[in-house]
């Protein structure tokens, strides 16, 4: 799941255990129906009873410990004709093959190592290799690492997998490596606590001044979702321009200009630590990447990452940039500069004696902090669970065995809209791989709060970071090439990554490198797993990009 499609999932898990805002969360959803104009249905059917949700849940516990691998190979083994659940010897000799493979990780330095056994990488392994006479000298190996988004794991790119694989045809032998993160899908989930969460405050308050906010979020003409130009109903919303104030609120008359307005003391509090605690998040991600490289024997891998796995695909490239060829970023998370980023260099001026209020009049740009986002579609719910460290999937246990209920009627509607899953079978089958992974419980469920703030933005930017960068460091990072890819329809802000690749150039003009190759796509008929919606135009602009 992407990072907002999560944080939207929050908010409704919330409303089957609180009672006013279920009322309120039904009656947003009559209003926008009065509006709605003609819905397509999904073309594939799914089962989302409670027999059904039963069954899987039933099945998930009474297999709690290797579940999970169970349900991605069976999903895998129907939508892969050459997948094997393990690496086998009688395979090695095909021109392709694909199976699941855990990498341990070297244990980390810590005091605490009685979970050591937990520090491991699942990843799905699709290869081609060429076939030469044995006289002949092996072709070199591509290989290419696809990082997933918050929620997610590896299988969500079953499909990319057979597209890459079979349409490289300027590589001989490629490996492709799709990764859980650590703590994600079927790789390691150990027990991390964090030193700075004690010493950190989770949020800053703002206020906001000159701007009235709209009340709901969905558009009132056609029923679409704006945090995510969707409906219930399987349609894009296609109204979003004609309903902007309900994202960022519009100017009130006569108020004067709109602005964000900050208390000095809350903000000297607030950046207390908080650096640390982002590159400790961080830095779980990043060195169990590079770990996992260091295992396998890999000198340089090309890269794709999607939402969260993209942002931690850019500081893995800030701290390893030799490491990394090629980098395809899917709508990465974290790039929009906002009230909420730690390294805004105004607040790097205040003292603990400071006091009084700043003042940022409010943008329509990413790339300046008096940008939004998406701040007034976000409840105070919403924020408090987020502050308090409370995942969607803590709700989805809670569920029990109507947990799958919820999860396909939240999931199968979306994951069909696009008409790329005409299969009953297949949609079936991810559902109850995405409910395995889904339902134990992992640090990383919340790891993404000390990264985020609640609005669901970076505390320490994309944008930030890439201004931030070391000499050496922007001279091999700027000579790379990038290409930022968003679906249409996608909620992430397309802004960002043109944001981005000015803010490459910039750095790359200021030093000694000459930029490498800076390419911006948008995906026809895709949200935000674009990958997913619209296989076909995603994998054709990565194979091209990555000279494949």
């Not at 591509?142 to 045809?169: C, P, Q, R, T």
């Not at 994202?247 to 908080?274: H, I, L, M, T, W």
């Not at 299969?423 to 109850?432: I, Q, T, V």
Request: glycine share 10%; proline share 4%.
């Amino acid at each position: 799941m992407a990072l907002m499609t999560t944080a939207t999932a929050t908010a409704t898990a919330l409303t089957i255990v609180i009672g006013r805002e279920t009322i309120a969360q039904a009656a947003i959803g009559c209003r926008a129906r009065r509006y709605a104009t003609a819905k397509k249905k999904p073309s594939v059917s799914y089962d989302s009873g409670i027999l059904n949700s039963f069954k899987i849940w039933y099945r998930e516990m009474s297999n709690y410990d290797d579940g999970d691998a169970f349900a991605q190979d069976q999903f895998l083994s129907y939508v892969l004709p050459y997948y094997r659940p393990k690496e086998l010897v009688e395979d090695k000799d095909r021109a392709m093959r694909a199976f699941s493979v855990k990498t341990p990780l070297r244990k980390r330095e810590e005091p605490d190592l009685s979970d050591s056994n937990q520090w491991y990488l699942n990843e799905i392994r699709v290869e081609k290799r060429e076939t030469r006479g044995t006289s002949e000298k092996p072709a070199e190996t591509k290989h290419l690492v696809m990082l997933h988004g918050y929620g997610a794991s590896s299988g969500w790119f079953y499909k990319n997998y057979k597209g890459i694989i079979e349409g490289s045809k300027r590589v001989g032998n490629l490996s492709i490596h799709g990764l859980d993160m650590i703590g994600f899908g079927l790789s390691g989930r150990p027990n991390v606590r964090f030193a700075h969460d004690a010493d950190t405050k989770p949020s800053l308050e703002i206020e906001t001044q000159g701007i009235r906010w709209g009340r709901y979020a969905v558009c009132l003409k056609c029923g679409g979702h704006l945090d995510g130009k969707h409906s219930t109903g399987g349609h894009w919303c296609s109204c979003a321009a004609e309903e902007e104030d309900l994202r960022r609120g519009v100017a009130a008359g006569g108020g004067g200009p709109a602005s964000v307005v900050v208390k000095k003391e809350d903000v000297y509090e607030y950046v207390q630590n908080q650096r640390a605690l982002v590159a400790e998040a961080e830095d779980v991600y990043v060195e169990s990447l590079e770990r996992w490289r260091a295992a396998n024997g890999i000198e340089q891998f090309d890269l794709v990452a999607h939402s969260l796995g993209g942002y931690l695909a850019v500081c893995y490239v800030l701290r390893y940039p030799g490491r990394v060829g090629r980098v395809v970023l899917a709508s990465p998370g974290g790039v929009e500069r906002t009230p909420f980023a730690v390294s805004n260099p105004d607040y790097a001026r205040l003292g603990p004696h400071d006091r009084g209020t700043l003042r940022m009049p409010v943008s329509n740009r990413v790339d300046e902090y008096g940008f939004l986002g998406r701040y007034g579609l976000t409840g105070s719910v919403f924020r408090l669970l987020w502050r308090m460290r409370v995942s969607v999937f803590t709700f989805l246990r809670w569920l029990g065995p109507l947990g799958p209920s919820v999860l396909i009627g939240r999931n199968a509607a979306k994951l069909a809209r696009s008409g790329n899953i005409q299969d009953s079978r297949e949609l079936a089958l991810f559902l109850r791989y995405v409910y395995s992974c889904c339902v134990r419980a992992s640090f990383s469920e919340t790891s993404i709060m000390r990264i985020f703030d609640a609005t669901v933005v970076g505390k320490v930017p994309v944008l930030d970071k890439i201004r931030d960068m070391a000499p050496a460091t922007a001279a091999h990072v700027c000579a790379k090439d990038f290409l930022w890819i968003y679906g249409e329809h996608d909620f992430m802000y397309r802004a960002c990554g043109r944001a981005a690749i000015e803010e490459l150039r910039r750095r790359a003009h200021a030093g000694p490198s000459t930029p490498g190759e800076y390419r911006f796509r948008t995906v026809a008929n895709a949200g935000h797993n674009m990958y997913l919606d619209n296989d076909g135009a995603f994998d054709r602009e990565v194979i091209d990009f990555l000279r494949y």
